[in-house]
């Protein structure tokens, strides 16, 4: 069985982070943008937060297989304890522990940096539909995050309307 490895990201592994990034932004209703960011746009999104925070993927036979970050929730000093994560693993790959892994490591790379708040906005609708299933809610559940807002149809994609759900985890 391989293992799995998580290491920081790097600016040079853009191309396989969009590739995976790619099949949610076509394909499903987990992120709400609707065509796929450049390489160039994505490539800057990166060296964005990895100016001040986690930026990790995780690796299998060396090829990458997932990845997560956190980013400012906001830009307000009040809240600089608090983070958004966002987290997305290779449709071919899911359900084998990347995900966790994936969080483990950042949260403890957070927490040294003393951030307190995790906050992670899912897309969500009931009943599942052919864009979106309801594992990021389970998952993010299972991670020991608690939903703390349900917001109905604030996003549009696919002519159909999608909640948003936040989750919070104290770290």
């Known amino acids: ?23 949610y932004v076509l394909n499903t209703a987990v992120s709400f943008e609707y ?11 990166i060296r964005s937060i990895k100016k001040k925070y986690p930026y990790l993927v995780c690796e299998k036979d060396g090829k990458i297989i997932g990845y997560v970050y ?15 994560t966002s987290i997305y ?6 359900r084998n522990g990347a995900g966790s892994l994936l969080y ?3 949260e403890a790379r957070l927490k040294k940096m003393g951030i307190i708040n995790l906050l992670a906005g899912v897309a969500f609708c009931d009943p599942q539909d052919e864009y979106l299933t309801h594992d ?3 998952f993010h559940l299972s ?9 109905p149809q604030v996003g549009k994609k696919f002519g159909r309307w999608y909640d948003l ?5 104290k770290i």
């Open 1 to 23: 069985m391989s293992e799995l490895k998580i290491r920081d990201a790097q600016v040079e592994d853009a191309q396989r982070l969009l590739e995976i990034y790619s099949h």
């Open 35 to 45: 065509e796929v960011p450049t390489l160039e746009e994505f490539s800057e999104r």
């Open 70 to 84: 956190a980013s400012a929730y906001s830009t307000r000093t009040a809240y600089d304890w608090t983070v958004s």
């Open 89 to 94: 693993i290779d449709k071919d790959f899911r």
């Open 104 to 106: 483990k490591e950042l």
């Open 136 to 138: 990021s809610p389970n």
């Open 143 to 151: 991670q020991a995050y608690t939903q703390v807002a349900h917001m």
């Open 165 to 169: 759900k936040w989750f919070l985890k």
